[in-house]
């Protein structure tokens, strides 16, 4: 296994950086990093920052994910959390969609 981001105590499998360093966008990379930590149902229903009582991902987690990302494909972290936040708002949506039928 392999740190994420140098000191953050944060590993993920060398294939997986193989993976993500190879997505064509930063969004991607940081989605498919993501899904390496959390099932599509763990992340129904979190949030980026737990406001509103919602649960919220390891902010090692995130943080080494922003880092990871914006070294490797120099966009900024805010597009990367807009991103991360469609993501949580889809899984949620899909989540309450499949109970509802």
């Known amino acids: 296994m392999i740190e994420l981001s140098p000191g953050s105590g944060v590993y993920v499998f060398d ?11 930063a969004t991607s990379c940081a989605a498919f990093l993501l899904n390496c930590f959390y099932t599509n149902q ?10 509103n009582g919602k649960p919220c991902p390891d902010k ?17 972290a805010a ?8 993501k949580f708002a889809a899984n949620t ?8 039928n």
């Open 60 to 76: 090692d987690i995130i943080d080494s994910i922003l880092a990871f990302t914006m070294k490797k494909h120099g966009c900024t």
């Open 42 to 51: 763990e992340m129904a229903g979190m949030n980026l920052t737990g406001a």
């Open 79 to 86: 597009v990367l959390k807009a991103s991360l936040r469609n």
């Open 15 to 25: 294939k997986h950086i193989e993976q993500a360093v190879a997505r064509k966008s």
């Open 93 to 100: 949506s899909r989540a309450r969609k499949a109970t509802d």
